[in-house]
Protein backbone atom coordinates (compact mmCIF):
# COMPACT_ATOMS: atom_id res chain seq x y z
CA UNK A 1 0.00 0.00 0.00
CA UNK A 2 0.98 3.54 -1.10
CA UNK A 3 -0.23 6.90 0.65
CA UNK A 4 -0.65 9.31 -2.21
CA UNK A 5 -2.14 12.76 -2.24
CA UNK A 6 -4.47 14.97 -4.28
CA UNK A 7 -5.06 18.47 -4.97
CA UNK A 8 -7.23 20.25 -7.44
CA UNK A 9 -7.24 23.80 -9.27
CA UNK A 10 -9.83 25.57 -11.47
CA UNK A 11 -8.57 27.26 -14.42
CA UNK A 12 -10.86 29.37 -17.02
CA UNK A 13 -9.62 28.70 -21.06
CA UNK A 14 -10.67 28.62 -24.53
CA UNK A 15 -9.52 26.80 -27.09
CA UNK A 16 -10.53 24.51 -30.18
CA UNK A 17 -9.59 21.72 -32.05
CA UNK A 18 -9.18 22.28 -35.67
CA UNK A 19 -9.49 18.57 -37.19
CA UNK A 20 -12.55 18.47 -34.97
CA UNK A 21 -15.58 17.55 -37.94
CA UNK A 22 -18.16 18.58 -35.00
CA UNK A 23 -18.79 21.96 -33.03
CA UNK A 24 -15.48 21.83 -31.17
CA UNK A 25 -13.49 23.03 -34.44
CA UNK A 26 -14.92 26.16 -33.33
CA UNK A 27 -13.71 28.61 -30.47
CA UNK A 28 -15.26 27.96 -27.03
CA UNK A 29 -14.41 27.77 -23.55
CA UNK A 30 -14.43 25.52 -20.63
CA UNK A 31 -13.98 25.80 -16.63
CA UNK A 32 -10.80 23.50 -16.50
CA UNK A 33 -10.69 21.17 -13.08
CA UNK A 34 -7.27 19.75 -13.13
CA UNK A 35 -6.18 17.40 -10.73
CA UNK A 36 -2.40 16.20 -9.45
CA UNK A 37 -2.28 12.93 -7.87
CA UNK A 38 1.34 12.25 -5.94
CA UNK A 39 2.21 9.54 -3.63
CA UNK A 40 5.56 9.26 -1.26
CA UNK A 41 8.23 8.00 -3.24
CA UNK A 42 9.61 5.66 -0.98
CA UNK A 43 6.13 4.51 0.62
CA UNK A 44 6.24 6.40 3.69
CA UNK A 45 5.71 9.65 4.52
CA UNK A 46 7.96 12.40 5.72
CA UNK A 47 9.84 11.63 8.54
CA UNK A 48 10.65 15.12 10.58
CA UNK A 49 10.46 18.75 9.50
CA UNK A 50 7.24 20.68 8.69
CA UNK A 51 5.84 18.07 6.23
CA UNK A 52 6.44 15.52 9.18
CA UNK A 53 3.73 12.95 8.32
CA UNK A 54 3.09 13.88 4.67
CA UNK A 55 3.58 12.77 1.23
CA UNK A 56 3.56 16.21 0.30
CA UNK A 57 2.02 19.73 1.80
CA UNK A 58 -1.27 20.53 -0.45
CA UNK A 59 0.26 23.93 -0.56
CA UNK A 60 3.36 23.02 -1.81
CA UNK A 61 0.96 20.99 -4.32
CA UNK A 62 -0.84 23.84 -5.32
CA UNK A 63 1.50 26.06 -5.68
CA UNK A 64 3.52 23.95 -8.32
CA UNK A 65 0.11 23.75 -10.14
CA UNK A 66 -0.77 27.39 -10.42
CA UNK A 67 3.04 28.23 -11.46
CA UNK A 68 2.49 26.01 -14.10
CA UNK A 69 -0.86 25.59 -15.18
CA UNK A 70 -2.77 28.36 -14.04
CA UNK A 71 -0.01 31.46 -14.60
CA UNK A 72 0.60 29.86 -18.26
CA UNK A 73 -3.39 28.70 -19.21
CA UNK A 74 -5.98 30.44 -16.60
CA UNK A 75 -7.88 33.34 -18.62
CA UNK A 76 -5.80 32.63 -22.19
CA UNK A 77 -6.50 30.29 -24.96
CA UNK A 78 -4.62 26.77 -25.56
CA UNK A 79 -3.90 26.64 -29.03
CA UNK A 80 -2.02 24.23 -31.44
CA UNK A 81 0.90 25.56 -33.04
CA UNK A 82 -0.56 24.00 -36.55
CA UNK A 83 -3.53 26.20 -35.54
CA UNK A 84 -1.91 28.89 -37.88
CA UNK A 85 -5.30 30.46 -39.30
CA UNK A 86 -5.91 31.40 -35.88
CA UNK A 87 -2.99 32.18 -34.99
CA UNK A 88 -2.34 34.70 -38.15
CA UNK A 89 -6.00 36.13 -36.15
CA UNK A 90 -4.05 37.12 -32.91
CA UNK A 91 -0.37 38.38 -34.31
CA UNK A 92 0.42 41.40 -33.10
CA UNK A 93 -0.67 44.50 -35.41
CA UNK A 94 2.24 46.01 -37.56
CA UNK A 95 4.22 43.23 -37.36
CA UNK A 96 4.46 40.03 -40.12
CA UNK A 97 2.27 37.72 -39.02
CA UNK A 98 4.58 34.41 -40.71
CA UNK A 99 7.79 35.75 -38.82
CA UNK A 100 5.39 36.33 -35.47
CA UNK A 101 4.10 32.30 -36.02
CA UNK A 102 7.85 31.40 -37.16
CA UNK A 103 8.95 33.05 -33.68
CA UNK A 104 6.02 31.20 -32.04
CA UNK A 105 6.68 27.81 -33.72
CA UNK A 106 10.59 27.85 -32.39
CA UNK A 107 9.37 28.36 -29.05
CA UNK A 108 7.30 25.45 -28.69
CA UNK A 109 9.86 23.24 -30.46
CA UNK A 110 12.24 24.48 -27.85
CA UNK A 111 10.70 24.38 -24.58
CA UNK A 112 7.20 21.97 -25.19
CA UNK A 113 5.11 25.63 -25.38
CA UNK A 114 5.04 29.01 -25.87
CA UNK A 115 3.25 32.29 -24.02
CA UNK A 116 2.74 35.02 -25.99
CA UNK A 117 1.36 38.39 -24.08
CA UNK A 118 2.32 40.06 -26.90
CA UNK A 119 -0.86 38.91 -29.20
CA UNK A 120 -3.20 41.71 -30.75
CA UNK A 121 -6.10 42.65 -28.36
CA UNK A 122 -3.52 41.61 -25.23
CA UNK A 123 -4.60 38.20 -25.56
CA UNK A 124 -2.91 35.68 -23.39
CA UNK A 125 -1.49 33.19 -25.99
CA UNK A 126 -0.80 29.05 -24.89
CA UNK A 127 0.63 27.78 -27.98
CA UNK A 128 1.50 23.83 -27.96
CA UNK A 129 2.79 21.05 -30.27
CA UNK A 130 -0.42 18.71 -30.44
CA UNK A 131 -4.49 19.79 -30.53
CA UNK A 132 -5.51 21.20 -26.77
CA UNK A 133 -7.39 17.65 -26.18
CA UNK A 134 -8.21 17.03 -22.42
CA UNK A 135 -6.00 13.94 -23.36
CA UNK A 136 -3.07 15.74 -24.42
CA UNK A 137 -3.47 18.91 -22.07
CA UNK A 138 -3.44 16.23 -19.68
CA UNK A 139 -0.27 14.14 -20.56
CA UNK A 140 1.58 17.82 -20.89
CA UNK A 141 1.04 19.22 -17.39
CA UNK A 142 2.01 15.47 -16.46
CA UNK A 143 5.11 15.96 -18.15
CA UNK A 144 6.01 19.73 -17.26
CA UNK A 145 4.77 18.91 -13.28
CA UNK A 146 6.29 15.45 -12.67
CA UNK A 147 10.08 16.98 -11.99
CA UNK A 148 8.62 20.39 -10.08
CA UNK A 149 7.63 18.20 -7.96
CA UNK A 150 10.09 16.13 -7.77
CA UNK A 151 12.45 19.14 -6.71
CA UNK A 152 9.88 20.46 -4.44
CA UNK A 153 9.75 17.43 -2.39
CA UNK A 154 13.50 16.96 -2.51
CA UNK A 155 12.58 13.34 -4.04
CA UNK A 156 10.51 12.62 -1.37
CA UNK A 157 7.03 12.72 -3.81
CA UNK A 158 6.42 11.48 -7.35
CA UNK A 159 3.47 12.65 -9.45
CA UNK A 160 1.64 9.49 -10.31
CA UNK A 161 -1.32 11.05 -12.36
CA UNK A 162 -3.04 14.28 -13.86
CA UNK A 163 -6.59 14.52 -14.92
CA UNK A 164 -8.22 17.33 -16.00
CA UNK A 165 -12.06 17.64 -16.44
CA UNK A 166 -12.82 19.26 -19.29
CA UNK A 167 -16.56 19.62 -18.57
CA UNK A 168 -18.57 18.19 -14.74
CA UNK A 169 -19.07 14.83 -16.95
CA UNK A 170 -15.85 14.51 -19.18
CA UNK A 171 -12.30 14.04 -17.82
CA UNK A 172 -8.65 12.85 -19.35
CA UNK A 173 -6.35 10.86 -17.43
CA UNK A 174 -2.52 10.56 -17.77
CA UNK A 175 -0.20 9.01 -15.34
CA UNK A 176 1.89 5.94 -14.52
CA UNK A 177 -1.29 3.94 -13.87
CA UNK A 178 -2.15 4.82 -16.84
CA UNK A 179 0.87 3.88 -18.72
CA UNK A 180 1.02 0.05 -17.84
CA UNK A 181 -2.33 -1.59 -17.12
CA UNK A 182 -1.91 -5.00 -15.11
CA UNK A 183 -3.35 -7.82 -17.37
CA UNK A 184 -6.89 -8.94 -15.30
CA UNK A 185 -6.43 -12.26 -13.67
CA UNK A 186 -8.53 -14.83 -14.33
CA UNK A 187 -9.87 -14.99 -10.83
CA UNK A 188 -11.27 -11.57 -10.67
CA UNK A 189 -12.57 -12.30 -14.02
CA UNK A 190 -17.09 -11.91 -13.70
CA UNK A 191 -18.35 -14.90 -12.91
CA UNK A 192 -20.01 -16.52 -15.79
CA UNK A 193 -23.60 -17.87 -15.07
Not at 2 to 13: G, H, L, P, Q, S
Request: net charge negative.
Amino acid sequence: MDFAITRKIEIDAGHRIASHASKCRHLHGHRYVVEASCRAATGELVGSGEQAGMVLDFGFLKDEMVRIIDHFCDHGLILAVDDTALLRMFAPEGVDADHWIGAVTADVAADGFALRTDARIEQKLYVIGFPPTAECLARHWFERLGPAIARRSGGQAELTGVRVWETPNCWADFGVANLVQPARSAALAEPAF
